[in-house]
């Protein structure tokens, strides 16, 4: 039986057994668990592979850098390597926005596929470049295609999830990438040890990107075949099950319909206060990531003294120490219902890591300083990214606003790649004390928020607010 097709061409009807806009709760717990199971297993996997490929590929420069890509290219003169890092970050926080604007109108598997695709012929087209010029070039190409990937990812995610079950499937999704990227070094080591002819190629840091970019190429042509649709284009469930996965989302937004917003709508949907605050968090979140990502391997190898292939291996536990603890943390802030306090806790042993990097001696002692410092800066990203959809009302919204955000991180990308200087190793006092400064603007710009969407729930209970975020019954989820 055909379904009669809207009359706004902006508008796919998301709940084709309701016929008016009361939310229908006509299924079991059981029913319920077995459809978020069965969402799960086809949103998370290919997700998870995608983006921890992207995250290798974005973060393989410090590796290549220090397997001889320096000296080849010359990226010690001057800030040629800093701004080998920045170039990539203009491109990504140009196309983040339109990116998601696209995403919902083409279908996830088949952009998605298409910027996996993309952007693993730029890591390719790195090995084989000549001059750090053309090292540049590639970078701000590979932001390009890399800037839909994450908020895609955000908005498929939010699209099938209420707000209490998000932290903990975001900062899995999250980290279970980070742990597919925490094995970037161990990687690029191996692949650096390769050695073709006497020639270009001869030089293991070439093949680092061209291995990479290769895995990246093969994963793109499967995309399509494993990655999940958006709920109106989903073809693994039957009705019944459809009926439970709209009507389960829609107790938390109350959206009838999927619409896709015109530019004029988005442009409306951005001009709010709080997108500006959420923004200013997820830039303090990135800064601070890519700072660890792009320079830790740098610290361990000269600041810490650490040999190459030690400061290669040693990159990875602390990364994998972040996994696991970022996991818990996510699964109790969903358990508690409440994000501000885990979120301002990590941010502090955030700071608490990189004040046992820059003043204890002992070099064991400033490597412990690197996990605690890599779990309370690693794991407030996925949090950041849980806390706006939660205090987003409406499906379209939370695609803009995921994309917006995102795209905040871009240019914190751009802070984290210059703060820490080359003229400023090997302790990088600079840049490490600005990524502390900034964790204490994160505690308080979290907490004011998370103070504010407290008040407003409660006024709202006692009915005299109505309508938070525009939508009857919604509640912020701080």
């Known amino acids: ?23 229908v709760h006509d299924w079991t717990p059981e029913e319920e668990t077995a459809v978020k199971r069965k969402v799960d297993l086809r949103v998370f996997p290919m997700l998870c592979i995608i983006f921890g490929l992207s995250l290798l590929d974005r973060a393989n420069m410090p590796f290549a850098y220090i397997a001889g890509m320096e000296e080849d290219l010359q990226l010690g003169v001057g800030a040629r390597y800093s701004i080998t890092l920045l170039v990539f970050f203009p491109s990504y926080w140009l196309f983040e926005i339109p990116s998601n ?9 088949l952009w998605m596929s298409f910027l996996v695709i993309a952007w693993g012929l730029s890591v390719l087209g790195m090995g084989f470049v000549r001059n750090w010029n053309s090292l540049a070039a590639c970078r701000a190409i590979l932001g390009i295609f890399e800037a839909g990937l994450l908020p895609g990812g955000i908005f498929i995610v939010s699209s099938w999830y209420r707000p209490y079950e998000m932290a903990k499937r975001i900062s899995g999704f999250w980290m279970t990438s980070q742990l597919c990227s925490a094995f970037g070094p161990i990687l690029a080591y191996g692949l650096s040890l390769i050695e073709v002819g006497d020639g270009m190629y001869a030089r293991g840091w070439r093949w680092i990107f061209i291995v990479e970019g290769l895995i990246t190429i093969v994963a ?5 075949f494993f990655l999940i ?7 693994f469930l039957n009705d019944r099950q459809k009926h439970i996965a709209f009507e389960r989302v829609r107790l938390a937004s109350d959206d009838k319909e999927i619409k896709h917003p015109t530019v004029k709508e988005t442009l409306v949907m951005l001009w709010d206060w709080k997108l500006a605050l959420y923004s200013l968090q997820y830039f303090i979140a990135a800064s601070s990531i890519y700072s660890l990502a792009y320079f830790a391997p740098i610290i361990l190898r000269q600041g810490l003294h650490f040999s190459y292939v030690r400061a290669q291996l040693l990159s990875t536990p602390p990364t994998v120490f972040s996994v696991i603890c970022s996991i818990i943390a996510a699964w109790v802030s969903d358990k508690i219902k ?6 301002c806790f990590q941010a502090l042993l955030a700071i608490a890591g990189l004040l046992i990097i820059l003043y204890t001696g002992p070099p064991a002692v400033r490597y412990f300083g690197l996990f605690v410092a890599s779990y309370g800066i690693q794991s407030n990203v996925p949090s950041v990214l849980s806390y706006v ?15 917006a955000v995102i795209s905040a991180g871009a240019i914190g990308g751009i802070c984290g790649s210059t703060v820490f ?4 190793s090997p302790e990088y006092f600079p840049g490490m004390w600005t990524t502390i400064g900034l964790q204490f603007v994160f505690i308080a710009i979290t907490f004011a928020l998370s103070m504010y969407f407290r008040r407003m729930n409660r006024l709202a209970d006692e009915g005299k607010v109505r309508n938070l975020e525009g939508v009857d019954g919604f509640r912020y989820a701080p």
């Open 389 to 403: 959809p939660n205090q987003t009302g409406r499906l379209e919204k939370k695609g803009v606003a995921s994309a």
């Open 101 to 109: 604007w696209l995403v919902r109108r083409i279908g996830s598997r």
């Open 229 to 235: 649709e958006f709920p109106e284009r989903a073809r």
């Open 220 to 224: 793109g042509i499967a995309t399509p």
């Open 1 to 23: 039986m055909e379904k009669e097709q809207p009359l706004d061409p902006h508008v796919e009807d998301l709940s084709p057994k309701v016929s008016d806009n009361a939310v």
């Open 338 to 343: 409440l994000r501000w306090p885990i979120m």
């Open 421 to 424: 200087r080359s003229q400023d």
